[in-house]
């Protein structure tokens, strides 16, 4: 089975600064990658899919990048609304809908 | 506009029963395959099951596989996740999402979460 991982677990940044978070896939992938933003108490909101194709009505600041096993997400101005959890999914192995453990951008 | 309403979260004890519900507006279910994803308190977002678009095809985690049930009213455009022989960690949110394409695929759309606690 396929190991999603996400680093870092938490990230204290400030409002306007550029925050990268990483995920790595344990195999080879290819762009079968997904972000989601998950805010307390909030169901997930899709934020890019095919590792890099914003979805729909999501803010050109978010920047999804890379392929094969390593990924990244990319905010390039953190906003306050920006403050949630981030996971991303991979779907080209069974199980499909496997998901990373998150990472937590908080206000520092 | 498209939305997923869900119902049927409780308390239920160990080895209790749940039917959990996910009505659809804005799409007709029939077009895609729909699922049903869950995040117990603080752990990260954990799939469950997927019945294709057709309706012919369904799976599960290892983890529920025999105890869960996917299905679906094309009728009333509402999907269900029957859960049966619920476990203390079974705890957790329940999501229902549509897939945006095959079973193999990411999920565009979800439902606000209804919660199942298992507690004696």
């Known amino acids: 089975e396929i190991v999603m991982t996400q680093s870092p677990a938490t990230l204290s940044v400030s409002p306007g600064e550029r925050v990268t978070l990483s995920c790595r896939a344990g195999?080879?992938?290819?762009?079968?990658l997904a972000w989601y933003q998950q805010k307390p108490g909030q169901a997930p909101r899709l934020l890019i899919y095919a590792a890099s194709t914003r979805a729909t009505g999501i803010p050109a600041r978010f920047t999804g990048s890379g392929s094969g096993t390593e990924f990244a997400l990319t905010i390039s101005s953190l906003q306050s609304e920006d403050f949630a959890v981030y996971s991303c999914q991979q779907y080209m192995k069974w199980p499909y809908g496997l998901f990373g453990g998150g990472t937590k951008v908080e206000i520092k | 506009q498209v939305q997923l309403v869900q119902s049927g979260g409780d308390v239920v004890q160990p080895g209790g029963s749940l039917r959990l519900s996910c009505a659809v507006s804005g799409f007709t279910i029939s077009h895609y395959a729909m699922h049903w994803v869950r995040q117990a308190p603080g752990k990260a977002l954990d799939w469950v099951a997927v019945v294709s678009s057709d309706g012919k095809t369904k799976y599960y985690a290892d983890s529920v596989r025999g105890r869960f049930t996917i299905s679906r009213d094309i009728s009333e455009n509402t999907l269900y996740l029957q859960v049966t022989g619920l476990i203390v960690e079974d705890t957790a949110v329940y999501y229902c999402?549509?897939?945006?394409?095959?079973?193999?695929?990411?999920?565009?759309?979800w439902g606000q979460g209804t919660l199942v606690t298992v507690s004696s």
């Open positions: 999402a549509r897939g945006h394409g095959t079973l193999r695929t990411y999920y565009d759309y």
């Open positions: 195999q080879n992938i290819s762009s079968n």
